[in-house]
């Protein structure tokens, strides 16, 4: 903050003398300070350049104390320094007039030595006579996480997790219940997220009433809650669960809607787990993508006697989240070559994840993938994915000019609402051309509904990028979802060209896909293709693209720039 109406020299400095504190000894700032929970209130006098702030950033950020001239310079040491332009552009806004409020996000370094997301909502105040006199405004603190979740009420995710590593430490049977409100983004695009919120709180509190005495109900994040009970062997955990899920299949009336839902349910029973938190919460994570991909809709119990179980090694799993969420060591993309069906030259490639660790070796991705769609972490990692796959690309296109890389996107990455601006925000930062980037939509992506999958496509193909359905024929897809949805190509999976020329009904299924792909003018690329015999047989089908082993099975990236080189 600069000083305004004084020289530095006429303002009495912070450790010599005492500051003048006109205007910022109201008691009510005590008493707003002091309700702040996850907050530091500011109060400015631009005069003087004298701050007061919140007794609480004293100690979170090792504040000089709650008086301070010159704070803006005092906070600017601990802003990130790539959040530090941004941040020092907004002050000098304010303090030469030119912005009468600021709203920004960046991190700062706490007493810990660690940064912090947080946000600063601020305004400037004018005096009766029209002079620009306070600037005040409040601090928030994401790195603070309350115990009260402020949609529902109940208690949160950081509750949860307290109550979870006190329950682990006792002898007592404890019986841990996670539950998920399946396809809350479709009520979303429907009637909105406040509407969504509603529905949050319903459900919220008919949850604590079927649980009532035997437990405490938490709302962890968006669709999901935890329940910690004590007692409950698994027929009565079980019995609970299907009482819930009946509730949220009668469903509940907010306003004049009527609202159901379907709910997924993990489980796990212990007692004396010390030191297994982490482990028992990512397990639920896991087995309620079980319970919606496999168990449709049962509960899904976790067995906490086995170190290696049905879900397969959580150490693994465990060492792979933690790579996403630091910094992709283990992680690479592998390509496949798509080549264009009149001449068999390459036009493009499938980017394909890969993982390998000195511990575990290389890992396929069908013993990963499963767990971290149905893990927030998802997003990051198909951000990277994204970001890494055009950095390649760009330097492809130095040998195919008009190279066209193709991007594999989850069902979760496409519910985010931020999901737009990553996607913007990698074709920006990498100067890749939008019209060279096919996003393919993965089979759960089917599930969403088709209203909100439509205005999706609509929005990216507005943006010049092309958009494909991946492994159609497989799971939740019908001829009518091709006709309904403005794609710009239908891959049709392998599993309906093996051995095509014997089976007379995977015949009429691809003509079938490929007469519907034309009716939309999409491109048809057939996946699969693993010799000459097949690929000449299915050119009756006119495709646009093919792709399989025959060409090239995926490759480093190394690999596939002398492969496109010869």
């Not at 907010?254 to 609202?259: A, E, F, Q, T």
Request: contains cysteine; hydrophobic residues 40%; glycine residues 8%.
């Amino acid at each position: 903050m600069g000083d305004i109406g004084r020289s530095a020299e006429q303002v009495k400095d912070n450790t010599m003398h005492a500051l003048d504190t006109t205007g910022l000894s109201d008691r009510v700032f005590d008493v707003f300070a002091a309700t702040a929970k996850r907050g530091y209130l500011f109060l400015c006098n631009m005069k003087t350049n004298v701050s007061r702030w919140s007794r609480r950033a004293m100690a979170d950020f090792d504040m000089p104390g709650e008086y301070m001239y010159d704070a803006g310079a005092i906070w600017e040491k601990r802003v990130h320094p790539d959040d530090l332009a941004m941040y020092q552009e907004s002050i000098k806004r304010i303090f030469d007039g030119t912005s009468m409020s600021q709203n920004l996000m960046y991190r700062a370094k706490n007493t810990e030595g660690k940064y912090v997301m947080c946000s600063c909502e601020s305004a400037v105040f004018k005096s009766k006579d029209g002079e620009i006199d306070y600037f005040a405004g409040t601090i928030t603190n994401y790195g603070i996480m309350d115990e009260v979740d402020n949609v529902t009420h109940l208690s949160s995710k950081s509750a949860f997790l307290e109550r979870l590593e006190e329950m682990t430490e006792e002898d007592r049977s404890t019986t841990v219940m996670m539950l998920v409100i399946d396809k809350l983004s479709s009520i979303n695009t429907l009637y909105g997220y406040r509407f969504g919120d509603e529905v949050l709180r319903f459900f919220g509190a008919e949850l604590q009433k079927i649980v009532g005495e035997r437990g405490t109900v938490y709302h962890m994040d968006t669709s999901m809650y935890g329940v910690c009970m004590h007692d409950m062997d698994r027929a009565q955990t079980k019995l609970l669960y299907e009482a819930i899920r009946a509730m949220a299949y009668r469903g509940f009336d907010i306003g004049d809607k009527h609202v159901t839902c379907r709910v997924l349910g993990s489980a796990a029973i212990f007692g004396n787990a010390h030191g297994e938190t982490d482990r028992i919460t990512a397990n639920l994570g896991y087995a309620i993508g079980q319970s919606m991909t496999i168990y449709h809709g049962d509960i899904v119990f976790y067995n906490m006697e086995k170190h290696k179980h049905e879900f397969g090694d959580r150490d693994m799993i465990g060492t792979i989240y933690q790579q996403i969420m630091t910094d992709f060591s283990g992680f690479s993309l592998y390509y496949q070559p798509i080549v264009d069906a009149r001449n068999n030259r390459i036009i493009g490639a499938e980017a394909l994840i890969r993982w390998q660790d000195d511990k575990y070796g290389f890992v396929s991705p069908d013993r990963f993938i499963p767990f971290i769609e149905q893990n927030a972490c998802i997003f990051e990692l198909g951000n990277w994915v994204i970001w890494q796959a055009l950095q390649d690309a760009t330097e492809i296109r130095r040998i195919i000019p008009d190279f066209i890389i193709n991007v594999n996107i989850a069902a979760p990455q496409l519910e985010r609402p931020d999901f737009h601006y990553e996607v913007l925000n990698a074709l920006h930062d990498t100067g890749y051309p939008p019209q060279n980037l096919c996003l393919e939509l993965t089979e759960r992506c089917r599930e969403l509904d088709t209203d909100f999958l439509r205005g999706e496509i609509e929005f990216f193909r507005s943006n010049g990028i092309r958009v494909a359905m991946d492994d159609f024929g497989t799971g939740n897809a019908s001829l009518q979802l091709i006709l309904e949805l403005p794609l710009d190509e239908i891959k049709i999976d392998r599993s309906f060209v093996q051995n095509i020329q014997n089976h007379p009904m995977n015949q009429i299924i691809v003509s079938a896909i490929a007469d519907g792909a034309r009716t939309i003018h999409a491109d048809i690329c057939i996946e699969g293709i693993e010799d000459q015999a097949l690929e000449l047989y299915l050119q009756q089908y006119h495709p646009t693209y093919y792709q399989g082993y025959y060409y090239s099975k995926p490759v480093a990236k190394g690999d596939f720039l002398s492969l496109i080189s010869s």
